[in-house]
């Protein structure tokens, strides 16, 4: 079945030691999202990639930074993680050719930041 | 600017009760309206969407959504729930004239619990 596949599923780091979070999908969806959700909350937008475009959203912290080195993976690196950073991190992906533009959402990454 | 709000932080019903997760949007122009759902520890599921058209949509696992223009609202009902129902549920809206692929914007959730 094509889908979007995230790993790790958990995380545990130390504080400020780096963590790289993956995404792939077999959907050929043109865009790519990273999304952080804390404790049930809204999904709050990170940057995504329109196709080999990076779009940040202006209260996204500098150190989180994204790769996508082709249309199928992209990546989340998290340059020195704090507490704060405690989170579910969800990729996603869609196809706005087709319109509505729904996403389709991997199972997340629990980031642990001890 | 964009809203969404889900006035209820949880919904409770008793099984094989009907179910209302209530949704009321602020956006420019039409919109595409879309239910979320998520299980613990898991990613947003797709459920339904509105563009255009009949203003009952239904979706997936019997749910379904009315789109009331007037009242800016978009209500997710289901006629009777099932304990498996019990989750979390993300209320979305983004501008039917956007380009953008990030103008979705997602309400702040809602915790339906459904008693046996």
């Known amino acids: 079945d094509a889908m979007v596949i995230q790993n790790p599923r958990y995380q545990v780091t130390q504080f400020g030691k780096p963590v790289t979070l993956s995404c792939s999908q077999t959907?050929?969806?043109?865009?790519m999202y990273w999304y952080q959700q804390k404790s049930s909350q809204a999904p709050k937008l990170l940057f995504h990639y329109y196709d080999k475009d990076f779009n940040n959203e202006a209260d996204t912290p500098d150190n989180f930074q994204s790769r996508r080195p082709n249309t199928s993976f992209c990546f989340l690196d998290i340059r020195s993680p704090g507490l704060g950073d405690a989170a579910m991190y969800l990729c996603a992906t869609s196809n706005t050719y087709t319109g509505a533009n729904v996403l389709t959402f991997g199972a997340g990454s629990r980031l642990t930041v001890l | 600017a964009q809203s969404v709000a889900q006035p209820e932080d949880q919904v409770n019903v008793a099984e094989g009760n009907p179910l209302t997760v209530k949704c009321t949007y602020s956006?420019?122009?039409?919109?595409?309206l879309f239910w979320y759902v998520q299980y613990p520890n898991r990613g947003l599921q797709f459920l339904l969407k509105y563009i255009t058209g009949d203003n009952l949509v239904k979706g997936s696992y019997g749910f379904e959504a009315e789109f009331n223009k007037s009242q800016t609202s978009f209500h997710l009902k289901k006629p009777s729930a099932l304990v498996s129902d019990s989750a979390l549920y993300f209320c979305a809206v983004r501008p039917l004239s956007s380009g953008s692929a990030r103008q979705l914007t997602f309400g702040s959730g809602t915790q339906l619990t459904v008693l046996p």
């Open positions: 956006v420019s122009g039409n919109p595409y």
């Open positions: 959907l050929n969806h043109n865009v």
